[in-house]
Protein backbone atom coordinates (compact mmCIF):
# COMPACT_ATOMS: atom_id res chain seq x y z
CA UNK A 1 0.00 0.00 0.00
CA UNK A 2 1.48 2.94 -1.11
CA UNK A 3 0.54 5.03 2.24
CA UNK A 4 1.09 1.90 4.51
CA UNK A 5 4.55 3.85 6.02
CA UNK A 6 2.43 7.29 6.91
CA UNK A 7 -0.33 5.44 8.39
CA UNK A 8 2.02 3.31 10.69
CA UNK A 9 4.01 6.48 11.49
CA UNK A 10 -0.15 8.65 12.47
CA UNK A 11 -1.25 4.96 14.42
CA UNK A 12 1.96 5.14 16.45
CA UNK A 13 1.75 9.09 17.03
CA UNK A 14 -1.64 8.17 18.24
CA UNK A 15 -0.58 4.98 20.22
CA UNK A 16 1.44 7.44 22.06
CA UNK A 17 -0.96 10.19 22.72
CA UNK A 18 -3.37 7.26 24.02
CA UNK A 19 -0.39 6.31 26.32
CA UNK A 20 0.51 10.17 27.79
CA UNK A 21 -3.37 10.61 28.25
CA UNK A 22 -3.76 7.35 30.34
CA UNK A 23 -0.70 8.30 32.70
CA UNK A 24 -2.04 11.72 33.24
CA UNK A 25 -3.95 12.49 36.42
CA UNK A 26 -7.26 13.54 34.27
CA UNK A 27 -7.48 9.61 33.99
CA UNK A 28 -7.00 8.17 37.33
CA UNK A 29 -8.45 7.70 40.65
CA UNK A 30 -7.81 9.29 44.10
CA UNK A 31 -6.72 6.21 46.35
CA UNK A 32 -5.42 5.92 49.60
CA UNK A 33 -2.39 4.70 50.95
CA UNK A 34 -2.32 4.74 55.19
CA UNK A 35 -3.28 8.23 56.47
CA UNK A 36 -2.84 9.67 52.95
CA UNK A 37 -4.03 9.83 49.74
CA UNK A 38 -2.52 8.94 46.29
CA UNK A 39 -2.56 10.49 42.49
CA UNK A 40 -0.56 8.95 40.52
CA UNK A 41 1.72 7.43 42.71
CA UNK A 42 2.67 10.66 44.52
CA UNK A 43 0.37 11.78 47.73
CA UNK A 44 -2.54 13.70 47.21
CA UNK A 45 -3.03 17.33 49.27
CA UNK A 46 -5.88 19.47 48.33
CA UNK A 47 -7.63 22.71 50.06
CA UNK A 48 -10.69 23.29 48.74
CA UNK A 49 -14.63 24.84 49.08
CA UNK A 50 -17.98 23.78 49.13
CA UNK A 51 -20.88 25.38 47.07
CA UNK A 52 -23.85 22.67 47.62
CA UNK A 53 -25.66 25.19 44.95
CA UNK A 54 -23.57 24.45 41.87
CA UNK A 55 -26.37 21.90 40.64
CA UNK A 56 -28.60 23.78 41.10
CA UNK A 57 -27.21 26.58 38.61
CA UNK A 58 -25.58 24.02 35.98
CA UNK A 59 -29.46 22.79 35.68
CA UNK A 60 -30.35 26.45 33.86
CA UNK A 61 -28.21 27.26 30.76
CA UNK A 62 -28.23 30.77 31.09
CA UNK A 63 -26.61 30.48 34.84
CA UNK A 64 -23.79 27.93 33.59
CA UNK A 65 -20.93 30.78 33.54
CA UNK A 66 -21.55 30.71 37.58
CA UNK A 67 -20.12 27.10 37.37
CA UNK A 68 -17.39 27.69 35.23
CA UNK A 69 -16.81 31.16 37.08
CA UNK A 70 -16.54 29.72 40.05
CA UNK A 71 -14.46 26.81 39.08
CA UNK A 72 -11.92 29.09 37.09
CA UNK A 73 -11.58 31.12 39.86
CA UNK A 74 -10.92 28.54 42.60
CA UNK A 75 -8.07 27.37 40.50
CA UNK A 76 -6.49 30.46 40.41
CA UNK A 77 -6.71 30.70 43.81
CA UNK A 78 -5.44 27.22 44.47
CA UNK A 79 -7.96 25.48 45.65
CA UNK A 80 -8.29 21.76 44.17
CA UNK A 81 -11.68 19.95 45.40
CA UNK A 82 -15.58 20.68 45.45
CA UNK A 83 -18.27 19.28 47.46
CA UNK A 84 -21.44 19.68 46.43
CA UNK A 85 -24.70 18.14 46.76
CA UNK A 86 -25.90 14.61 44.21
CA UNK A 87 -29.45 15.23 45.81
CA UNK A 88 -32.73 17.41 45.83
CA UNK A 89 -35.31 15.37 46.85
CA UNK A 90 -38.95 16.59 46.50
CA UNK A 91 -39.90 20.35 46.81
CA UNK A 92 -40.58 22.56 44.00
CA UNK A 93 -36.94 21.92 41.96
CA UNK A 94 -35.90 18.13 42.48
CA UNK A 95 -33.80 16.17 40.98
CA UNK A 96 -35.88 12.99 42.95
CA UNK A 97 -39.33 14.23 42.29
CA UNK A 98 -40.42 10.94 44.26
CA UNK A 99 -39.11 7.78 44.62
CA UNK A 100 -37.11 6.16 41.65
CA UNK A 101 -38.21 9.22 39.66
CA UNK A 102 -35.74 11.85 38.31
CA UNK A 103 -35.90 15.18 36.82
CA UNK A 104 -33.30 15.11 33.78
CA UNK A 105 -33.00 18.79 33.47
CA UNK A 106 -31.64 18.63 36.91
CA UNK A 107 -29.56 15.71 36.30
CA UNK A 108 -28.29 17.13 33.12
CA UNK A 109 -26.72 20.33 35.50
CA UNK A 110 -24.97 17.89 37.67
CA UNK A 111 -23.75 16.11 34.50
CA UNK A 112 -22.70 19.65 33.65
CA UNK A 113 -20.95 20.37 37.07
CA UNK A 114 -18.69 17.11 36.96
CA UNK A 115 -18.08 17.76 33.06
CA UNK A 116 -16.56 21.36 34.18
CA UNK A 117 -14.92 20.28 37.10
CA UNK A 118 -12.80 17.82 34.92
CA UNK A 119 -12.36 20.33 32.71
CA UNK A 120 -10.80 22.80 35.24
CA UNK A 121 -8.44 20.00 37.28
CA UNK A 122 -11.02 20.37 39.98
CA UNK A 123 -11.97 17.03 41.99
CA UNK A 124 -15.80 16.71 43.43
CA UNK A 125 -17.03 15.14 46.57
CA UNK A 126 -20.77 14.40 46.19
CA UNK A 127 -22.99 13.96 49.41
CA UNK A 128 -25.80 11.72 48.80
CA UNK A 129 -28.14 12.93 50.99
CA UNK A 130 -28.87 15.40 53.48
CA UNK A 131 -29.67 14.53 57.42
CA UNK A 132 -32.13 17.89 57.37
CA UNK A 133 -35.23 18.85 55.27
CA UNK A 134 -33.13 21.37 53.27
CA UNK A 135 -33.32 20.00 49.31
CA UNK A 136 -35.62 17.10 50.98
CA UNK A 137 -33.15 14.84 52.87
CA UNK A 138 -34.47 12.34 55.60
CA UNK A 139 -37.46 14.09 56.47
CA UNK A 140 -38.70 14.01 52.77
CA UNK A 141 -37.44 9.98 52.67
CA UNK A 142 -39.74 9.61 55.59
CA UNK A 143 -42.38 11.49 54.28
CA UNK A 144 -42.65 9.27 51.03
CA UNK A 145 -43.04 6.19 53.19
CA UNK A 146 -45.69 7.25 55.21
CA UNK A 147 -43.46 7.82 58.83
CA UNK A 148 -43.37 9.61 60.98
CA UNK A 149 -39.71 9.63 62.75
CA UNK A 150 -37.00 10.80 60.89
CA UNK A 151 -34.60 8.43 62.46
CA UNK A 152 -36.41 5.73 60.94
CA UNK A 153 -34.24 6.48 58.26
CA UNK A 154 -31.68 4.35 59.28
CA UNK A 155 -33.55 1.37 59.61
CA UNK A 156 -37.29 0.67 58.17
CA UNK A 157 -36.48 -0.98 55.35
CA UNK A 158 -38.73 0.70 52.68
CA UNK A 159 -36.73 3.48 53.12
CA UNK A 160 -33.63 2.07 52.75
CA UNK A 161 -34.63 0.59 49.63
CA UNK A 162 -35.75 4.20 48.57
CA UNK A 163 -32.18 5.76 49.41
CA UNK A 164 -30.13 2.34 47.67
CA UNK A 165 -32.07 3.18 44.68
CA UNK A 166 -30.93 7.05 44.75
CA UNK A 167 -27.11 5.47 45.06
CA UNK A 168 -27.65 3.07 42.42
CA UNK A 169 -29.23 5.86 40.46
CA UNK A 170 -26.63 8.26 41.02
CA UNK A 171 -23.30 6.04 40.71
CA UNK A 172 -24.35 4.42 37.37
CA UNK A 173 -25.67 7.90 35.64
CA UNK A 174 -24.11 8.31 32.25
CA UNK A 175 -23.24 11.62 32.04
CA UNK A 176 -25.13 13.13 29.09
CA UNK A 177 -21.87 15.72 28.61
CA UNK A 178 -18.57 13.07 28.81
CA UNK A 179 -20.68 9.77 28.22
CA UNK A 180 -18.54 8.60 30.87
CA UNK A 181 -20.75 7.04 33.76
CA UNK A 182 -20.17 8.29 37.43
CA UNK A 183 -18.63 5.40 38.88
CA UNK A 184 -16.24 5.37 36.22
CA UNK A 185 -15.08 9.12 36.39
CA UNK A 186 -12.37 9.90 38.33
CA UNK A 187 -13.39 13.79 38.27
CA UNK A 188 -15.31 12.87 41.51
CA UNK A 189 -12.86 12.10 44.14
CA UNK A 190 -15.59 10.83 46.52
CA UNK A 191 -19.07 9.40 47.65
CA UNK A 192 -20.45 11.09 50.45
CA UNK A 193 -23.48 9.35 52.43
CA UNK A 194 -24.99 11.36 53.86
CA UNK A 195 -24.31 15.52 55.03
CA UNK A 196 -24.01 15.96 59.03
CA UNK A 197 -25.58 12.13 60.32
CA UNK A 198 -27.59 12.51 63.61
CA UNK A 199 -29.50 9.50 65.21
CA UNK A 200 -30.93 11.76 68.50
CA UNK A 201 -32.96 8.53 69.66
CA UNK A 202 -29.72 5.63 69.94
CA UNK A 203 -26.83 7.90 71.70
CA UNK A 204 -25.34 4.17 71.78
CA UNK A 205 -24.33 4.97 67.99
CA UNK A 206 -25.15 1.38 67.13
CA UNK A 207 -28.45 2.46 64.93
CA UNK A 208 -25.96 4.58 62.62
CA UNK A 209 -23.22 2.57 62.89
CA UNK A 210 -24.67 -0.51 61.68
CA UNK A 211 -26.78 1.95 58.63
CA UNK A 212 -23.17 3.07 57.48
CA UNK A 213 -21.85 -0.36 57.38
CA UNK A 214 -24.64 -1.64 55.41
CA UNK A 215 -24.35 1.37 52.67
CA UNK A 216 -21.16 0.97 52.87
CA UNK A 217 -20.76 -2.08 51.15
CA UNK A 218 -23.17 -1.40 49.01
CA UNK A 219 -22.01 1.74 47.46
CA UNK A 220 -18.62 -0.38 47.49
CA UNK A 221 -20.88 -3.60 45.64
CA UNK A 222 -21.59 -0.84 42.75
CA UNK A 223 -18.21 1.49 42.69
CA UNK A 224 -15.26 -0.20 44.26
CA UNK A 225 -13.00 2.94 42.35
CA UNK A 226 -14.19 5.67 44.17
CA UNK A 227 -13.57 6.43 47.96
CA UNK A 228 -16.12 6.64 50.36
CA UNK A 229 -16.84 9.06 53.59
CA UNK A 230 -19.61 9.21 55.88
CA UNK A 231 -20.38 12.96 56.07
CA UNK A 232 -19.49 13.30 60.10
CA UNK A 233 -19.03 16.60 61.55
CA UNK A 234 -16.62 15.24 64.59
CA UNK A 235 -18.34 14.95 67.58
CA UNK A 236 -17.32 11.87 69.59
CA UNK A 237 -18.92 9.22 70.96
CA UNK A 238 -19.97 5.59 73.18
CA UNK A 239 -16.66 3.81 71.90
CA UNK A 240 -14.51 6.48 73.58
CA UNK A 241 -16.27 7.87 76.31
CA UNK A 242 -13.00 9.79 77.74
CA UNK A 243 -13.22 11.80 73.93
CA UNK A 244 -16.94 13.06 74.78
CA UNK A 245 -15.41 16.04 76.53
CA UNK A 246 -14.19 17.48 73.78
CA UNK A 247 -17.51 17.84 71.97
CA UNK A 248 -19.10 21.41 72.13
CA UNK A 249 -21.58 21.50 74.25
CA UNK A 250 -21.01 17.38 75.42
CA UNK A 251 -23.33 17.66 71.99
CA UNK A 252 -23.77 13.51 71.54
CA UNK A 253 -26.20 13.15 68.12
CA UNK A 254 -25.66 9.03 68.07
CA UNK A 255 -22.50 9.74 65.67
CA UNK A 256 -19.26 8.19 66.89
CA UNK A 257 -16.18 9.51 65.05
CA UNK A 258 -13.88 6.79 66.36
CA UNK A 259 -16.58 3.69 65.85
CA UNK A 260 -17.80 5.29 62.73
CA UNK A 261 -14.89 5.56 60.71
CA UNK A 262 -12.97 2.10 61.45
CA UNK A 263 -15.48 0.75 59.48
CA UNK A 264 -13.87 -0.93 56.23
CA UNK A 265 -15.38 0.41 53.56
CA UNK A 266 -14.94 3.99 54.76
CA UNK A 267 -11.83 5.32 53.44
CA UNK A 268 -11.30 8.60 55.58
CA UNK A 269 -12.66 10.85 58.23
CA UNK A 270 -14.86 14.12 57.57
CA UNK A 271 -14.76 17.08 60.72
CA UNK A 272 -17.06 20.08 60.34
CA UNK A 273 -16.11 23.12 62.28
CA UNK A 274 -18.57 25.80 63.58
CA UNK A 275 -17.61 27.22 67.08
CA UNK A 276 -19.85 30.02 66.54
CA UNK A 277 -22.94 27.92 66.16
CA UNK A 278 -21.68 25.66 68.80
CA UNK A 279 -20.70 27.51 71.26
CA UNK A 280 -23.01 30.91 70.97
CA UNK A 281 -22.71 32.18 74.67
CA UNK A 282 -18.79 31.86 74.31
CA UNK A 283 -16.65 34.56 73.25
CA UNK A 284 -14.11 35.11 70.23
CA UNK A 285 -10.72 33.76 72.07
CA UNK A 286 -12.96 31.12 73.65
CA UNK A 287 -14.26 29.41 70.29
CA UNK A 288 -10.56 30.43 69.04
CA UNK A 289 -9.18 27.89 71.61
CA UNK A 290 -11.99 25.00 71.34
CA UNK A 291 -11.55 25.37 67.44
CA UNK A 292 -7.42 24.84 67.58
CA UNK A 293 -8.19 21.80 70.27
CA UNK A 294 -10.96 20.36 67.79
CA UNK A 295 -8.58 20.38 64.51
CA UNK A 296 -5.28 19.04 66.59
CA UNK A 297 -7.27 15.96 68.04
CA UNK A 298 -9.02 15.05 65.01
CA UNK A 299 -6.01 15.15 62.95
CA UNK A 300 -4.09 13.07 66.02
CA UNK A 301 -6.67 10.50 66.34
CA UNK A 302 -7.33 10.24 62.29
CA UNK A 303 -3.47 9.44 62.36
CA UNK A 304 -3.13 7.43 65.91
CA UNK A 305 -6.40 5.34 66.27
CA UNK A 306 -8.76 5.49 63.18
CA UNK A 307 -5.51 5.36 60.68
CA UNK A 308 -6.88 6.78 57.79
CA UNK A 309 -6.81 10.21 55.83
CA UNK A 310 -9.09 13.65 57.12
CA UNK A 311 -10.18 16.49 55.76
CA UNK A 312 -12.04 19.40 57.50
CA UNK A 313 -14.77 19.08 55.32
CA UNK A 314 -17.23 22.04 56.56
CA UNK A 315 -15.78 25.34 58.37
CA UNK A 316 -16.38 28.71 58.53
CA UNK A 317 -17.01 31.99 60.81
CA UNK A 318 -20.33 34.09 59.95
CA UNK A 319 -20.33 37.99 59.76
CA UNK A 320 -23.71 38.15 61.10
CA UNK A 321 -22.81 36.95 64.09
CA UNK A 322 -22.77 39.41 67.14
CA UNK A 323 -19.06 40.41 67.84
CA UNK A 324 -17.92 39.51 64.61
CA UNK A 325 -14.18 41.02 63.52
CA UNK A 326 -12.39 40.61 60.24
CA UNK A 327 -9.41 40.06 61.99
CA UNK A 328 -11.28 36.70 64.01
CA UNK A 329 -11.96 35.34 60.92
CA UNK A 330 -8.96 35.45 59.07
CA UNK A 331 -7.50 33.76 62.53
CA UNK A 332 -10.30 31.03 62.28
CA UNK A 333 -9.27 30.05 58.84
CA UNK A 334 -5.37 30.32 59.97
CA UNK A 335 -5.95 27.78 62.64
CA UNK A 336 -7.32 25.15 60.39
CA UNK A 337 -5.12 26.19 57.45
CA UNK A 338 -1.73 25.84 59.59
CA UNK A 339 -2.75 22.67 61.67
CA UNK A 340 -3.83 20.58 58.30
CA UNK A 341 -0.31 21.78 56.92
CA UNK A 342 1.79 21.05 59.85
CA UNK A 343 -0.02 17.01 59.67
CA UNK A 344 0.86 17.06 55.82
CA UNK A 345 4.13 18.63 56.03
CA UNK A 346 5.03 15.42 58.18
CA UNK A 347 3.23 13.05 55.80
CA UNK A 348 0.20 12.80 58.57
CA UNK A 349 -3.23 12.40 58.11
CA UNK A 350 -4.38 16.16 57.39
CA UNK A 351 -4.77 16.26 54.10
CA UNK A 352 -7.14 19.03 52.80
CA UNK A 353 -9.65 21.65 54.12
CA UNK A 354 -12.98 22.75 52.28
CA UNK A 355 -14.36 25.87 52.92
CA UNK A 356 -18.32 26.98 53.89
CA UNK A 357 -18.98 28.29 51.06
CA UNK A 358 -17.87 29.58 47.74
CA UNK A 359 -20.58 31.70 45.91
CA UNK A 360 -20.48 33.26 42.51
CA UNK A 361 -21.12 36.96 41.53
CA UNK A 362 -24.68 37.55 41.83
CA UNK A 363 -26.00 35.09 44.14
CA UNK A 364 -26.98 37.49 47.17
CA UNK A 365 -29.84 34.97 47.93
CA UNK A 366 -27.42 32.58 49.17
CA UNK A 367 -25.44 34.30 51.37
CA UNK A 368 -25.77 32.63 54.93
CA UNK A 369 -22.72 34.91 56.64
CA UNK A 370 -20.44 32.18 55.54
CA UNK A 371 -19.67 32.61 52.08
CA UNK A 372 -17.03 34.46 50.12
CA UNK A 373 -16.99 35.66 46.38
CA UNK A 374 -13.10 34.29 45.70
CA UNK A 375 -13.00 37.50 43.49
CA UNK A 376 -13.79 39.94 46.29
CA UNK A 377 -12.47 38.25 49.09
CA UNK A 378 -10.13 40.51 50.38
CA UNK A 379 -7.63 39.55 53.44
CA UNK A 380 -9.04 36.27 53.69
CA UNK A 381 -9.26 35.45 49.76
CA UNK A 382 -5.20 35.87 50.05
CA UNK A 383 -4.93 33.82 52.95
CA UNK A 384 -6.44 31.11 51.30
CA UNK A 385 -4.76 31.36 48.27
CA UNK A 386 -1.50 31.27 49.94
CA UNK A 387 -2.43 28.82 52.09
CA UNK A 388 -3.72 26.59 49.54
CA UNK A 389 -0.82 26.74 47.16
CA UNK A 390 1.64 26.36 49.70
CA UNK A 391 0.18 23.04 50.32
CA UNK A 392 -0.05 22.08 47.20
CA UNK A 393 3.72 21.92 46.35
CA UNK A 394 4.08 18.99 49.24
CA UNK A 395 3.38 17.02 45.87
CA UNK A 396 6.51 15.47 45.34
CA UNK A 397 6.93 12.64 42.73
Given at each position: ?????V???????L?????????????L?????????????????????????????????????????????A???????????????????????????????M????????????????????????NY???????????????????D???????????????????????????????????I???E????????????????????????????????????????E???????????????????????????????????????????????????????T???Q?????????Q????????????G?????S????????????I?????????????????????????????S????????????????????????????????
Amino acid sequence: MKNRGVIIQVLFLLTLIGLKHVKGEDGLFISRKGVQFMLNGVEFYGNGFNAYWLMHEGSIPSERQKVSNTFQQAVNYGLTIARTWAFSDGGSQPLQSSPGVYNEQMFQGLDFVVSEAKKYGIKLILSLVNNYKDYGGRPQYIQWAHLSNEDDFYTNPVVKGFYKNHIKTVLTRVNTFTKVAYKDDPTIMAWELINEPRCSSDSSGKTLQNWVAEMASYVKSIDPNHLLEIGLEGFYGASTPAKIPINPNGYRYGTDFIANNQIPGIDFATVHSYPDQWLQNSDGNAQLTFLKQWVEKHIEDSQNIIQKPVIFAEFGKSYKVSGYSQADRDQFYRIIYSDIYASASKRGSASGGLLWQVLAEGMDSYRDGYEIVLKDGGSLGTLISEESHKLSKLRKP
